[in-house]
């Protein structure tokens, strides 16, 4: 890496941006990355983690190697072996025991039905019979005060007073 300093310190600050998004997405802290779960199967946030250990064990073992002895070199291309698979699988699943506790408890909300989502989607919730509904044919909205009011109203603004059992 000695002949190359820009890719060297490409590759250092890649690394470092990795784990610290790691730690943040481990954490809690950083939640943005769940975005990439719509469009990619596994758990690219998490995984990034692992990819940045990988990718500053490889830049920093050949560097140091020599130094070091052997049963401890041994050790850090263990560590690199590992990091690099769990990133790269991670990309596309994850094993539930390397989840961070604020995941699994938002997938047990989930399962329960307790999360935002599934209530809005329960009768008298927001989403209700609306999702994979063309606009045209879907059920009119309810405003705040027809929903506390029981839901009867007809129209948009609860302007019709008509509703069933009236």
Do not use: C
């Amino acid at each position: 890496m000695e002949s190359n300093p820009l890719g060297f310190a490409i590759a250092v600050g890649l690394g470092v941006l990795l784990v610290a998004s790691g730690v943040l997405a481990y954490t809690g802290h950083y939640k943005g990355w769940l975005m990439l779960k719509s469009f990619l199967p596994g758990w690219p946030g998490l995984a990034g983690g692992y990819i940045g250990v990988m990718i500053l064990l490889a830049v920093f073992l050949p560097l140091v190697g020599d130094a070091m002895p052997p049963l401890l070199f041994l050790v850090f291309a263990a560590v690199l072996f590992v990091s690099m698979l769990i990133g790269i699988i991670g990309m596309f699943w994850m094993p539930r025991f390397l989840l961070p506790q604020w995941v699994k408890e938002t997938q047990d909300e989930m399962r329960r039905g307790e999360d935002t989502f599934s209530q809005a989607m329960r009768p008298g919730g927001a989403l209700y019979g609306r999702l994979g509904v063309p606009r045209d044919e879907a059920p009119p909205r309810l405003d705040a005060q027809s929903r506390a009011d029981g839901g009867d109203a007809g129209g948009i603004d609860g302007s019709d007073s008509e509703g069933p059992g009236r």
